[in-house]
């Protein structure tokens, strides 16, 4: 299973941007694709998963209302559109495969190199 994020870039407070995920070579327990960020200083949390066998979702609370998390299975593609965009949300965004459909990292067990989100004030 490989797994390539891209889209990240600089953006303004308050602005928009969308990450993209390539999953190939996949297995069928590795159904749930998951979001991840990592600031400057700060552990790994999650963001936002989905299943890809029923479209079920799951967002942190920090960023309920403002961030979509969505799958085009014939892409093989995951996207998380990103609004109103803060300053703390700047971090290394990573995107990862595994069979179940929260944010616990340890359950992941394919990762992406990451791509930079930074959030201007």
């Known amino acids: 299973v490989q797994v390539v994020e891209s889209g990240g870039g600089l953006v303004q407070n308050g602005g928009s941007l969308t990450l993209s995920c390539v999953v190939s070579?996949?297995?069928?327990?590795?159904?749930?694709i998951g979001w991840f960020r990592q600031a400057p200083g700060k552990e790994r949390e999650g963001v936002a998963c989905i299943s890809r066998s029923d479209g079920s979702t799951y967002y942190a609370d920090s960023v309920k209302g403002r961030f979509t998390i969505s799958s085009d299975n014939a892409k093989n593609t995951v996207y998380l559109q990103m609004n109103s965009l803060k300053p703390e949300d700047t971090a290394v965004y990573y995107c990862a495969a595994g069979p179940h459909l929260w944010l616990v990292q340890g359950t992941y067990g394919y990762w992406g190199q990451g791509t930079q989100v930074t959030v201007s004030s």
């Open positions: 070579g996949f297995t069928l327990p590795e159904h749930t």
